[in-house]
Structures are given as structure tokens and as C-alpha cells.
């Protein structure tokens, strides 16, 4: 069943909700970050990290989520 607007808004503004997703989406990126660049740089992180990992993973968390 999906989750009405209100619902989901509820949801998004909830910081312990967000805290959590955020904290699986950098776990999983940095872990995926490391295996590939031993010593990253700030570009590299960004490059690497940010942009292919963790931004698409976020939406895909928020998604899943607010159609539970």
C-alpha cells in the first residue's frame, strides 16, 4: 500500500528516520570507496564517493521507503 503525502513528509522529517538511511548510504559507499582507491583526496571522494554513490543511493533509500 502506498503511503500518503503526509505520511511520507512526516517520514522525510523525521531526523532519526534520515539518520539512519544516511548512515547506511555512507557505509556502504565508503566501503565501496576504499576497495577501489587506498588513499583517497578530497576530489576523490567527491568524484568517487558523492556523486556516483551516495546522491543515486540516496534516492533510491527515499523510494524504497516512502512506498512501504
Keep these: 500500500m502506498m503511503k500518503t503525502f503526509e505520511e511520507i513528509k512526516t517520514q ?3 531526523t532519526s528516520f534520515l539518520i539512519e538511511i544516511f548512515s547506511k548510504i555512507f557505509e556502504l559507499c565508503f566501503s565501496e570507496l ?3 582507491i ?3 583526496n ?3 571522494i567527491f ?6 554513490c551516495v ?3 540516496i ?3 527515499l523510494k ?3 512506498n512501504i
Design 12 to 14: 522525510n522529517l523525521d
Design 34 to 36: 576504499e576497495k577501489n
Design 38 to 40: 587506498s588513499d583517497p
Design 42 to 44: 578530497p576530489e576523490d
Design 47 to 52: 568524484k568517487h564517493f558523492l556523486r556516483p
Design 55 to 57: 546522491i543515486p543511493n
Design 59 to 61: 534516492n533510491q533509500f
Design 64 to 66: 524504497y521507503y516512502t
